[in-house]
């Protein structure tokens, strides 16, 4: 049993999981290239866009995000290059669990697997967060007034967010009833959300006051990360939370008609044209108010827009915002469901988290369990706090899944790849030298919170997931 620790899951036994091959259920294979970059751009543009982007600005980076979001772009690009080779090549449920359990062993897939927790399941509730707020303000406009205490955490002020809670449960509700079902609800999603960026950067850009871009890069102010070039820094791991669901693009790859070819367009696809949209809206946002006006707004885009006086052209705006903030949720928790759907099925999670519905052919159960776990969250936790864990958690796993490249190619070269990172080992270790870099920016709370979470993960792995690990029985 001790060597379980550093045992590796064999590149063949995946490859017979990828292909469902000795279940009697299994998830079902519908999603295309067009899908799984609706999925991306679904998980990509939201919170990060328009919640974050003004607490990015008005605490660490001024008019200055749009560096801090082209920064953790290129990070991104150098881990979603390393992403797109693994998903090409093991396209198995999971995403950099999967991976790393081909090329860490058990104990680091247990703990990038605990990881995700923070990115995918904080994910969500940081989004169902924002989510309330913007709700909160669309009712506002059509005249009805939700009670401030019952959509604000405790922390907050409030009681609890009901708004929050309420679609956090009617999203994992949608995801039980199946996986197509829920992409064609997120495609639609999706194009009210592209089109409200459009829309905002049309409409934004002659309302522009080139003052508020002065001065475009702050001063310091004598601490690390207000402002300056180390505000830039610290932004760009704030706002990195942007660009996480290209990554949750890889965890459905089992769900992928095919995911050889499949995964690698929809993960990069999405990737670089979001990107584009972000500096724009950026440079829009902060261009029609004062980047410090910002501060302690988590509805920051409906504060920008009412410059323009298109009152009826806001509503709708606000409604489009909700919606694509739902996309996210459902993007979110879809990634969460199928990398503990993973973990299960090789033991390391009782066989609760992958047993599939009868009807639906979906994990039902765990989406049951981490829609308590996440309602709890966005019911009770304040953004911020949430927002700076998911970006650690993220970035933990971007640097595994780089390095797990460079490993990979040494080990198993033989092995077929529709797609190759370039430039290895250069890119792969970029990826992980700048997802490193942009966690050390992020606050010294959140790797107080960061260790305490992974010693809660070894006390699991260690008295359960071990003596449970299916590597037992082979």
Request: hydrophobic share 50%; proline share 4%.
């Amino acid at each position: 049993m001790k060597s379980n620790l550093w045992k590796t899951k064999s590149i063949e036994q995946l490859l017979l999981e990828s292909k469902g091959q000795g279940e009697k259920r299994d998830l079902k294979k519908v999603l295309t290239t067009w899908s799984l970059v609706a999925l991306g751009v679904g998980g990509i543009i939201g919170a990060g866009l328009f919640s974050l982007t003004g607490i990015a600005a008005a605490e660490h980076a001024g008019p200055a995000v749009m560096l801090s979001f082209v920064v953790a772009a290129v990070a991104c690009l150098f881990s979603a290059l390393c992403y797109a080779e693994f998903a090409s090549m093991i396209p198995v449920a999971g995403s950099a669990y999967t991976y790393s359990y081909a090329t860490f062993g058990e104990f680091m897939a247990w703990i990038i697997g605990w990881d995700l927790v923070l990115e995918y399941a904080l994910g969500a509730a940081t989004v169902g967060v924002s989510w309330s707020r913007y709700f909160v303000n669309l009712l506002q406009k059509v005249g009805v007034i939700f009670p401030d205490a019952l959509a604000k955490s405790p922390f907050e002020g409030g009681l609890i967010n009901l708004p929050a809670i309420f679609i956090v449960c009617a999203i994992s509700l949608v995801l039980i009833r199946g996986i197509r079902g829920s992409s064609k609800f997120n495609n639609i999603l999706v194009v009210l959300k592209v089109a409200v960026v459009f829309i905002f950067i049309v409409l934004g850009w002659s309302y522009i006051n080139p003052g508020n871009h002065v001065p475009f890069i702050p001063e310091n102010q004598g601490e690390f990360g207000h402002f300056g070039l180390s505000g830039i820094a610290m932004g760009a791991a704030v706002v990195f939370f942007a660009f996480i669901g290209f990554d949750a693009v890889s965890t459905a790859a089992q769900e992928t008609v095919n995911p050889q070819k499949s995964m690698p367009r929809g993960i990069i696809g999405a990737l670089l044209g979001c990107t584009v949209l972000y500096v724009l809206f950026a440079y829009v946002m902060t261009g029609m108010v004062r980047y410090d006006e910002f501060l302690g707004d988590a509805s920051p885009v409906a504060k920008a827009f009412s410059v323009t006086g298109y009152t009826s052209v806001e509503t709708l705006l606000i409604l489009a915002i909700v919606c694509g903030f739902t996309s996210v949720i459902l993007v979110m928790l879809l990634g969460q469901s199928r990398v503990f759907y993973s973990m299960s099925k090789d033991g390391l999670l009782p066989s609760f988290f992958s047993d599939i519905h009868p009807r639906f052919n979906t994990p039902w159960k765990t989406n049951l369990f981490f829609m308590g776990f996440v309602a709890l969250l966005t019911g009770f936790v304040p953004i911020s706090d949430l927002g700076h864990m998911v970006s650690m958690g993220t970035l933990l796993a971007f640097a595994l899944v780089s390095v797990g490249i460079i490993i990979l190619r040494k080990r198993h070269p033989e092995i077929p790849r529709k797609f190759k990172t370039p430039l290895v080992p250069l890119v792969p270790l970029l990826g992980a030298a700048i997802s490193l870099a942009l966690m050390y920016s992020l606050p010294v709370v959140s790797w107080y919170r960061l260790v305490i979470w992974m010693a809660i993960g070894f006390i699991i792995y260690f008295s359960y997931s071990r003596k449970h690990s299916r590597l037992n029985d082979r």
